[in-house]
């Protein structure tokens, strides 16, 4: 939009509409021309009347009155409304010019029928047609009504009221031509984005199965019967549905089959309690259940699942915050014999140190315990699942903070057996809880600390040197860092994951690693990353790297990455600014470029 000028200004100001004034103008000329028409009429009509008395007073030939009177008043008609129609025709051509007329042109392009002409004079009519607010008669059944921005035209010129436009539009009820989507482009790309940031992307033509799925989703509704397919492709529909929100009660009858041995629902929220009674009514056989957004199963729901002879082996429980505490107890203390995992996430209302205490006593098969976003569940309950000789991976992530020591009794009560320890979001954790897992541990497979505050890089450098345990497959270290508002780049004390603890945790891990998550851990030095992925070492089993926020990281240690890795899938490099052009190699993953390009997908590097 250009400058505008001070009249402009002014008038706009006011409350001035040059485009109103426009209108208001050309409603004058109409009424001008109109009323230059009628005067016409009136003159001949007065012409005519003064002839006929004048023959009755003077006996003049009255044929010849009447004759002469006719041609005067028939030119004046004429005259008028030639003068009508060089003013129509004026304006006409002005519409031609306009922009309007180009834009109703183009959209017309398709019907040959209409030229130029027939365009510019429909938007003439259209212009000349009465305002929002103003009285009109139908053009169809003569009703008096208030003209609206929604009337209709009339296909013989005039305006229709309401319900004559209805009748017009089921007579002429056409189907529209569905419009061409523009980004389709677009949005395929940032489908493939998408897929790469959830880790479902792959590289390559997508699979027969893929395409069939995908395919399934998309008319899911025509679909009667999901027939004997393996388990694993009937878990892939069932993600694939919940991903879209099309899991209702009667797309969960697809799932239901009698024989079958586990349920996965991926996403509850539509479901009702009725719907989950019918899911234990349907499966007698169930071992398996896992239910995510399960706000709806409720004490009922619980009381028929303890009604019925259902042993379950492993119980994945999601946002049932209406499960009441008595219920989660009878539950224990009759079906805990034959369960070996119970995972509860977002239920914390009725979930606490006192259902965490019953564990010991009624589920002594218990090889699994996950208890993720909890706010109940405090030292009490920890030292309770200490308690549990039999487990095997244990997974905590509560909003009580938790004393170091509580976490050192645990490890020493239970951490010769475990396999998995995660311990989410301890920012009071520090160098205690790292050197029990050194001194206790001697089987973990998988480990994660995230968000301590006070755990040291000495602390890390203990933890993986000299360790008995096997060389680790999964490690999350992130957000393990010094935090200091004023000097944030300053870390005198070491706090948190440095360049002595990263080099020692490669040196236990890295050959046997799959993937390792240093997120934030931004006190790492460059040299560090030189050293560890220099061209003497090789870490053949790394598939997925996350390092972004390492300030460090540069396009010489990116590329000694790829080097180092062969098999790397993904490399996650988010806030790595000193990350400028970096050539990825063909089928990996580079995710998070500080620049425009932000990912790229399927180097072609070779």
């Not at 001035?16 to 016409?40: C, F, K, M, V, W």
């Not at 099309?246 to 996965?264: C, D, W």
């Not at 629902?265 to 479901?271: E, N, Q």
Request: glycine share 6%; charged share 30%; proline share 3%.
């Amino acid at each position: 939009m250009g400058p505008q000028s001070a009249l402009t200004d002014f008038l706009a100001s006011h409350n001035i509409s040059a485009n109103q004034i426009r209108l208001d103008a050309e409603a004058r000329r109409r009424a001008a021309d109109q009323t230059t028409g009628t005067a016409a009429d009136q003159q001949s009509d007065q012409g005519v009347a003064s002839t006929s008395a004048a023959a009755n007073d003077d006996d003049v030939n009255d044929d010849e009155i009447v004759s002469g009177t006719t041609r005067r008043g028939r030119s004046g008609r004429a005259s008028a409304a030639e003068e009508k129609r060089k003013k129509e025709q004026k304006i006409v051509e002005k519409i031609k010019a306009s922009k309007k007329f180009q834009k109703e042109k183009r959209k017309r392009k398709d019907d040959n029928s209409e030229d130029d002409d027939d365009i510019a004079r429909a938007i003439f009519q259209q212009r000349a047609a009465p305002l929002p607010g103003q009285m009109e008669n139908c053009a169809v059944c003569g009703k008096r009504f208030t003209v609206t921005a929604y009337s209709r035209n009339s296909p013989d010129g005039g305006l229709l009221c309401s319900p004559c436009g209805k009748e017009l539009d089921k007579d002429n009820s056409v189907p529209k031509k569905k419009a061409k989507r523009v980004g389709a482009a677009i949005s395929g790309r940032r489908q493939m984005q998408s897929n790469i940031l959830d880790g479902t992307y792959r590289p390559g033509a997508k699979s027969l199965m893929t395409l069939c799925i995908e395919t399934l989703a998309k008319n899911i509704d025509l679909a009667e019967d999901l027939g004997d397919l393996p388990s694993a492709v009937i878990d892939k529909i069932a993600r694939k549905l919940s991903k879209h929100r099309l899991l209702n009660p009667r797309t969960l009858s697809l799932f239901l089959q009698p024989s079958a041995e586990e349920v996965m629902i991926y996403d509850g929220a539509k479901l009702t309690a009725d719907d989950y009674v019918r899911v234990l009514q349907t499966v007698p056989n169930l071992r398996t259940l896992k239910i995510c957004n399960g706000v709806h199963f409720k004490d009922e729901v619980m009381d028929y699942l303890l009604s019925r002879h259902i042993a379950l082996e492993s119980f994945y429980l999601h946002g049932a915050n209406l499960l009441s505490e008595t219920k989660w107890k009878e539950f224990l203390e009759k079906k805990g014999q034959s369960l070996k995992s119970l995972r509860v996430y977002w239920t914390d209302k009725h979930f606490g140190n006192d259902i965490l205490a019953l564990l010991e006593t009624t589920c002594p098969s218990l090889e699994r315990l996950k208890v993720e976003h909890n706010q109940r569940v405090s030292a009490n309950g920890i030292n309770a699942i200490a308690k549990i000789k039999s487990l095997r991976h244990l997974s905590l992530d509560l909003r009580e903070h938790i004393h170091s020591d509580v976490f050192v009794n645990l490890l020493s009560a239970i951490g010769a057996n475990l396999e998995t320890l995660s311990l989410t979001r301890v920012p009071d954790a520090d160098n205690t809880v790292l050197d029990a897992i050194h001194n206790k541990c001697r089987s973990l497979k998988k480990l994660r600390i995230t968000d301590s505050e006070v755990m040291t890089d000495e602390g890390f450098a203990r933890l993986f040197t000299d360790w008995q345990n096997r060389e680790l497959e999964f490690i999350d270290v992130q957000n393990c860092r010094h935090l200091d508002s004023v000097q944030p780049r300053e870390n005198p004390d070491g706090s948190g994951l440095c360049s002595k603890g990263f080099k020692a945790l490669m040196a236990h891990s890295g050959h046997k690693l799959r993937q390792l998550n240093i997120y934030g851990c931004r006190h790492i030095e460059a040299a560090a990353f030189e050293e560890v992925f220099g061209p003497q070492n090789v870490y053949p089993d790394l598939t997925i790297l996350e390092i972004s926020f390492c300030e460090q990281v540069t396009d010489f240690v990116v590329g000694s990455i790829f080097r180092s890795c062969p098999n790397l899938r993904k490399l996650i490099i988010f806030g790595c600014m000193k990350v400028k052009d970096i050539r990825v190699p063909r089928d990996k993953l580079l995710i998070g470029l500080p620049n425009a390009l932000g990912m790229v997908i399927d180097g072609n590097d070779d």
